[in-house]
């Protein structure tokens, strides 16, 4: 089945306790990115990748990491969270053709205390 | 600066007809996407307008007008299983996905 996995689904950690979500995706998209999603401001874009070894700074990178490694793979790290990142994140994937739409994972919700 | 302004929240009733509209002003146009979100769970893809007007699908229709700078989504045959929130997004020159804030759809029955 085509999809695209994040873990954990849910997470609560503490301030500053250095933390990774991990995206996958089986679909051999070149495309990958990360969004947050808050109420009332819908989804964020963090980073964005456009192949192997290629990231891109989206609207709201500050405070967060990347890195794109493999095709398949595309981990969102924190390195020091603050109660500020608590909220829902999606990984998202896309081919490159003309007429693409992306295809997200089902969320991580993230809780700093 | 980029935009896509549609209404925060709407109501309407099971079996009924609703239109969510979206109106925007981007960098350049490559496309409209529109999707569907339930709450808590992942956005899901609806339709793609990039030529202006009317793509059907089932239950579901967006339109698209360029010189406007404006799309609909309509939602026919209203099922409680429909409400959601309703994104609407425009990809632009540098082919990034540029999100509205959606459009919450209560269903009365």
């Known amino acids: 089945e085509a999809q695209v996995t994040q873990n954990p689904r849910y997470l609560i950690t503490v301030t500053g306790k250095k933390l990774t979500v991990t995206c996958s995706q089986n679909?051999?998209?070149?495309?990958m990115s990360w969004y947050r999603q808050d109420p009332g401001l819908g989804l964020r874009q963090i980073y964005y990748?456009?192949?192997?070894?290629?990231?891109d700074k989206g609207d709201v990178p500050e405070g967060y990491k990347v890195s794109r490694k493999e095709k398949r793979n595309f981990p969102l790290i924190l390195e020091s969270p603050s109660p500020n990142q608590t909220s829902l994140y999606f990984c998202?994937?896309?081919?490159?053709?003309?007429?693409?739409?992306?295809?997200f994972g089902s969320g991580t919700r993230l809780t700093v205390v | 600066g980029q935009n896509i302004d549609q209404p925060t929240e709407m109501t309407a009733t099971e079996g009924a007809i609703v239109q969510i509209n979206c109106t925007y002003q981007?960098?350049?146009?490559?496309?409209l996407f529109w999707y569907q979100q339930h709450a808590g769970e992942a956005p899901t893809f609806l339709s793609y307008?990039?030529l202006d007007g009317l793509e059907e699908k089932g239950r579901f229709s967006s339109f698209l007008s360029r010189s406007k700078g404006y799309s609909y989504l309509l939602l026919k045959e209203l099922q409680m299983k429909d409400s959601a929130s309703y994104l609407c997004?425009?990809?632009?020159?540098?082919?990034?996905?540029?999100w509205g804030a959606g459009t919450k759809l209560i269903i009365k029955p």
């Open positions: 990748s456009m192949n192997v070894e290629v990231t």
């Open positions: 998202a994937s896309a081919s490159q053709g003309p007429h693409y739409g992306y295809t």
């Open positions: 997004a425009v990809r632009d020159s540098n082919y990034q996905l540029i």
């Open positions: 981007t960098s350049g146009f490559n496309g």
């Open positions: 679909m051999n998209h070149e495309y």
């Open positions: 307008n990039v």
